[in-house]
């Protein structure tokens, strides 16, 4: 698993992003590409932001119980899996604003580093180590980068 944390890492990830056009189209999947990279800032959103009201706890908990284990473990997510509704992208989002959104909050994980991520909250997850915290960031880019075929 590569760690988004590195600034190297980061800018091959970032240089991914950057070779998505609006025209691109996924491999599988019903997402457009501006969708995709929204639907991407959402997992940084709930880190930097208070868009998204915390689960209430008994969802905490099943989140935790049920849920965790598959977002951290460095098990590829599965095609066409199903997302929590935060996640799902209704609007028809502005593919430039989209890219340039998911970039920064990418550069502003890595400028933090991973010392800023050891142990901290999670929105929905509880507490999570850093390498936690890079395989939920580095595991979703990838996997959507990967359905977009970059």
Known sequence: MKNIFN????????????????????KWGSMSVSKML??????????Y???????????LWILKK??????VSEKAYPKNGKTAAQFIIKSDPVFDT???RLIAFIKQTQILGATAFEGRDSH???CLTAKEWNVLFYKHLAHHLTQFGV
């Open 7 to 26: 600034a190297a890492e980061a800018e091959e990830v970032i240089g991914r992003i950057e070779n998505l056009t609006v025209s691109s189209i996924p």
């Open 98 to 100: 989209e890219k340039a």
């Open 49 to 59: 932001t208070s868009k998204y009201p915390r689960p209430n706890l008994l969802t």
């Open 124 to 126: 929905s997850l509880g």
């Open 66 to 71: 049920f849920i965790k284990n598959s977002v």
């Open 38 to 47: 929204a639907h991407c800032c959402v997992t940084y959103e709930m880190v």
